[in-house]
């Protein structure tokens, strides 16, 4: 069983930065592959980055590649999303998903952990 709970949301002018951190309870992170989702009022969950359990692969959404970056350390339990150059169109709840394989994807079904969420809130 893994536990998530994200931090770092907030309010941010555009073009400002967030991090997002997500730390996950469990001695089996290190092998779990990591995603970021987000959800915006009145829209479905869409995929935003995922992270292998190595750290070695990462997959971006295009609407963020470039902007955003996924890392992670194991030795923390730890998954990050640095975002940079934020848009109003980056507005929404941001997830943090764990996945029982080492291997990330950008599907939201494939995964079996999700925390509680962190409000991101961009103003133009």
């Known amino acids: 069983q893994v536990q998530l709970v994200e931090s770092g949301g907030g309010l941010v002018q555009a073009g400002g930065s967030l991090r997002l951190s997500c730390a996950a309870s469990?001695?089996?992170?290190?092998?779990?592959?990591m995603g970021w989702f987000r959800q915006a009022p009145g829209k479905e969950r869409e995929f935003v980055a995922a992270?292998?359990?190595?750290?070695?692969?990462?997959y971006y959404a295009d609407s963020v590649k470039g902007r955003f970056t996924i890392s992670r350390d194991n030795a923390k339990n730890t998954v990050y999303l640095q975002m940079n150059s934020l848009k109003p169109e980056d507005t929404a709840v941001y997830y943090c998903?764990?996945?029982?394989?080492?291997?990330?994807?950008?599907?939201?079904?494939?995964?079996?952990?999700w925390g509680q969420g962190t409000q991101v809130t961009v103003s133009s």
């Open positions: 992270i292998s359990w190595s750290g070695s692969s990462t």
């Open positions: 469990g001695r089996t992170f290190s092998s779990y592959a």
């Open positions: 998903a764990g996945r029982g394989s080492m291997l990330a994807t950008m599907k939201p079904n494939s995964y079996d952990y």
